[in-house]
């Protein structure tokens, strides 16, 4: 499998394989032969001249953006940056055991909750100096989702997406659709495009992870960010009515999702969107690979999820984040907080992004001059949010979203009407895998 720095697959269907791992609970249980290991190894001295950093970024485009950010850095500031690649999947199965063993200095890996885990097991180091050089180019939502439990920074955002509702501007032109502003709005608005014979909502869960992009964008509309988040992280209980209601306004729409849906890609669900057999489809930007020709992509455009509730309107936006970390005991602490610092500058990002544009910057200094329409809106996008969320893979342990909330999803698709057993199961579930650690 092949994927993008953000997560999403360059060439493969199973975007979300790679974030949860084959192993579920060995992600973070640290269960498994621990492969990765520092590139100089336990016994080597520390270098002042080099830093060593542990990369998932064994795709080709990505590979080759990092290889061009660490030359701009040998440049600038004489050091060397010494990195150490695995397979994307390996790296995320064997993280645990890596960084309790002998870890590089700094190693890529997510924003929030994924971020908070190791920083919680002191298998991370603060990076607050970091932080007071680089603060004042990030906005406060981004900032947010670096700090762990504790109030420290531990991550150094660099790449962002978003996820939001994707349509053709000559689609809605043709028919006279308006974006809607509320929820009304919207399903007034897939009844209509019903009516016209037009597939409302764009929509493939083979891979059982792009239901869970529903479920948040509901949820953090209709109870906010922090319920949200408590969710997530398992603080919240599955059967509180606020949860019911959520399931409350999916079912609302849920006959106006794409029919077959269970054995569809998302890669497929994004060809009737393509072809304009379908009006739109929620998703993250990375839909914008299935545009292949010039005049579809640039028709492409995007509004965020409509609002639920006044309180919380539309101050959140999902967002997955990657960037890095430090491992608990850097060899050469002088060199990665100078490596830091520039990966946190918007010069970083711009060498990054001229070879990999699939992204945005995660700073909101970043020069946007090179960026398409599509890019610039959703940079703005996320700059402008108060909160941002990492999609529920990212934002709760991999093994229960991997094996309770995908499976249970997929469930209440295709029985909607038990939802109420289904919700009392996945407490249940919840209970027992939090409890593990």
């Known amino acids: 499998m092949r994927f993008s720095p953000s997560g999403h697959p360059v060439s493969a269907p199973s975007r979300r394989s790679l974030l949860r791992g084959a192993g579920g609970a060995a992600v973070l249980a640290g269960a498994g032969t621990p492969l990765l290991s520092a590139c100089g190894g336990s016994g080597s001295a520390a270098d002042p001249k080099t830093v060593t950093v542990g990369s998932n970024a064994s795709d080709a485009v990505p590979k080759k953006a990092f290889e061009s950010v660490y030359a701009a850095f040998k440049k600038q500031s004489g050091l060397t940056v010494d990195v150490n690649t695995k397979d994307h999947n390996t790296f995320q199965e064997q993280i645990n055991s890596y960084l309790q063993g002998t870890p590089d200095d700094v190693f890529n890996w997510f924003a929030g909750y994924r971020m908070q885990f190791f920083a919680a097991k002191k298998l991370a180091a603060p990076v607050d100096d970091v932080w007071a050089k680089i603060g004042d180019g990030f906005p406060e939502a981004m900032k947010k989702l670096s700090r762990g439990e504790d109030g420290t920074y531990y991550f150094v955002p660099m790449t962002t997406y978003p996820w939001a509702i994707f349509y053709r501007r000559s689609v809605f032109r043709q028919h006279g659709y308006q974006i809607p502003a509320g929820w009304d709005d919207f399903v007034a608005l897939l009844k209509r495009m019903k009516n016209d014979g037009l597939v409302p909502l764009a929509f493939g869960d083979k891979d059982a992870w792009p239901a869970m992009g529903t479920f948040d964008q509901i949820n953090f509309r209709l109870n906010g960010y922090d319920f949200h988040v408590r969710l997530m992280a398992g603080k919240a209980s599955w059967t509180d009515a606020r949860v019911k209601a959520v399931f409350d306004h999916w079912t609302e729409i849920l006959p106006y999702h794409q029919d077959g849906f269970m054995g569809r890609t998302w890669q497929d669900a994004a060809q009737a969107l393509v072809a304009k057999k379908a009006g739109m489809y929620l998703l993250g930007s990375f839909v914008a690979q299935q545009f292949t020709a010039a005049a579809d992509l640039d028709d492409l455009d995007f509004f965020p999820f409509p609002e639920l509730d006044s ?7 999902e967002a ?45 200094k970043a020069d946007t001059s090179a960026y398409s329409a599509l890019q610039k809106k959703a940079f703005e996008m996320i700059g402008g949010a108060k909160s941002l969320t990492q999609f529920m893979d990212r934002d709760s342990r991999p093994d229960f979203t991997s094996t309770v909330m995908q499976p249970g999803l997929q469930k209440f698709l295709q029985n909607p009407k038990g939802v109420d057993s289904l919700l009392s199961s996945i407490e249940r579930q919840k209970k027992t895998i939090f409890a593990s650690s």
């Open 311 to 317: 309180a919380h309107g539309q101050e959140t936006v």
């Open 320 to 364: 997955p984040t990657d960037g890095f970390m430090v491992s608990r005991s850097p060899k050469n602490h002088a060199g990665v907080v100078k490596l830091l610092e520039y990966l946190g500058s918007p010069a970083a990002e711009e060498v990054y992004l001229r070879t990999d544009p699939s992204v945005v910057a995660a700073s909101d």
